[in-house]
């Protein structure tokens, strides 16, 4: 069975850093391509970063880059996503998702919540 469990989110003040984790389990990790994907309130889901496990290549949305880092442990099966310089419009439900193929997710984490005020 195939699981993706996220840490706990949480409040930060505009211009901190949170990291985020995705524990995997149920599949191989180190040859698997994962996303993360955020909602904002009110608003659709947006793609954040992805990683292509199996050869270490790294994408992210423009409205990240240079702030935000995608990585994995895969010793630990584990995906996470640095965040750094947070916005307020970052304030959003953040998802770990493994791809399926162009274009879309066949799993999904449970979804944290990171709120980004002073």
């Known amino acids: 069975e195939v699981q993706l469990v996220e840490s706990e989110g949480g409040l930060v003040q505009p211009g901190g850093s949170l990291r985020l984790s995705c524990a995997a389990s149920?599949?191989?990790?180190?040859?698997?391509?994962m996303s993360w994907v955020r909602q904002a309130p009110g608003k659709g889901l947006e793609w954040v970063s992805s990683i292509l496990n199996y050869i270490n290549s790294t994408y992210y949305a423009d409205s990240v880059k240079g702030r935000f880092t995608i990585s994995t442990d895969n010793a630990k099966n584990t995906l996470y996503l640095q965040m750094n310089s947070l916005k307020s419009e970052d304030t959003a439900v953040y998802y770990c998702a493994k791809d399926r193929g162009p274009g879309g997710y066949d799993y999904w984490g449970q979804g944290t919540q990171v709120t980004v005020s002073s």
């Open positions: 149920g599949f191989t990790f180190s040859y698997s391509a």
